[in-house]
């Protein structure tokens, strides 16, 4: 709980601070942070927190290094923007799923299936989620992107648990089994889209299912 608080805090802290900087912007100012996240968020996922440059980043959207201290006081409050927004906009998808009603198995499959199209969607969650578990400094910053996108399974399976439904050693074996599958599946699926990566899809996710439903039943 006091992690969560803190978090909390420090996220409103940085977003009142950047919205102070950027008023001077005029209307455009949100524009041109929305783009300067973007480009961000390209340059993290293919080169990584050190690789990536700010004046790189800057370039991207026809500005200037300098310009990108008038939203985001240095490299790593860009990052950690970064990767709140991605965590953002997956669990405002992932809420179609609600916690309280259905089958565990099931809500498991959809919030993959959810994170499956999000990751095609939107690669650099796929690549600063893999950077970061590879050992790099991303998890130094403040702002885990695996513990923030992996948030909406862990909502769904600590609700089962609360209920009565599964036991407290069962989150961390599906955790396992879910995330870390379909990390595994999202690195080697093919990007071109069509029926055989739809295909190869729903084998996944027909596989998780039954994987599940045996810890489930263990």
């Given at each position: 709980?006091?992690?969560?608080?803190?978090?909390?805090?420090?996220?409103?802290?940085?977003?009142?601070?950047?919205?102070?900087?950027?008023q001077?912007?005029?209307?455009?100012?949100?524009?041109?942070?929305?783009?300067?996240?973007?480009?961000?968020?390209?340059?993290?996922?293919?080169?990584g927190?050190?690789?990536?440059?700010?004046?790189?980043?800057?370039?991207?959207?026809?500005?200037?290094?300098?310009?990108?201290?008038?939203?985001?006081?240095?490299?790593?409050?860009?990052?950690?923007?970064?990767?709140?927004?991605?965590?953002?906009?997956?669990?405002?998808?992932?809420?179609?799923?609600?916690?309280?009603?259905?089958?565990?198995?099931?809500?498991?499959?959809?919030?993959?299936?959810?994170?499956?199209?999000?990751?095609?969607?939107?690669?650099?969650?796929?690549?600063?989620?893999?950077?970061?578990?590879a050992?790099?400094?991303?998890?130094?910053?403040?702002?885990?992107?695996?513990?923030?996108?992996?948030?909406?399974?862990?909502?769904?399976?600590?609700?089962?648990?609360a209920?009565?439904?599964?036991?407290?050693?069962?989150?961390?074996?599906?955790m396992?089994?879910?995330?870390?599958?379909?990390?595994?599946?999202?690195?080697?699926?093919?990007?071109?889209?069509?029926?055989?990566?739809d295909?190869?899809?729903?084998?996944?996710?027909?596989?998780?299912?039954?994987?599940?439903?045996?810890i489930?039943?263990?």
């Amino acid at each position: 709980m006091g992690n969560s608080v803190t978090v909390q805090a420090a996220r409103a802290g940085r977003k009142m601070a950047v919205g102070t900087r950027h008023q001077a912007w005029g209307p455009r100012g949100s524009e041109t942070r929305g783009l300067i996240l973007d480009a961000a968020e390209r340059r993290f996922a293919a080169q990584g927190f050190d690789g990536a440059r700010l004046q790189d980043i800057a370039a991207d959207v026809g500005r200037t290094a300098p310009a990108i201290a008038h939203f985001f006081s240095d490299k790593a409050s860009l990052f950690r923007e970064v990767v709140d927004r991605l965590a953002d906009d997956f669990a405002a998808e992932a809420r179609a799923v609600d916690p309280e009603s259905g089958a565990v198995a099931g809500q498991v499959v959809a919030i993959c299936r959810l994170w499956i199209g999000f990751m095609l969607r939107r690669p650099a969650m796929l690549g600063i989620v893999l950077r970061e578990m590879a050992g790099g400094p991303e998890r130094e910053l403040g702002a885990p992107s695996w513990d923030r996108t992996s948030m909406p399974l862990a909502l769904v399976l600590k609700a089962a648990e609360a209920r009565g439904e599964i036991g407290p050693v069962v989150p961390d074996a599906v955790m396992r089994i879910a995330a870390g599958a379909t990390l595994v599946f999202m690195i080697q699926l093919a990007p071109e889209p069509g029926p055989a990566r739809d295909a190869a899809i729903e084998r996944h996710l027909d596989d998780l299912a039954k994987a599940v439903g045996a810890i489930l039943m263990a």
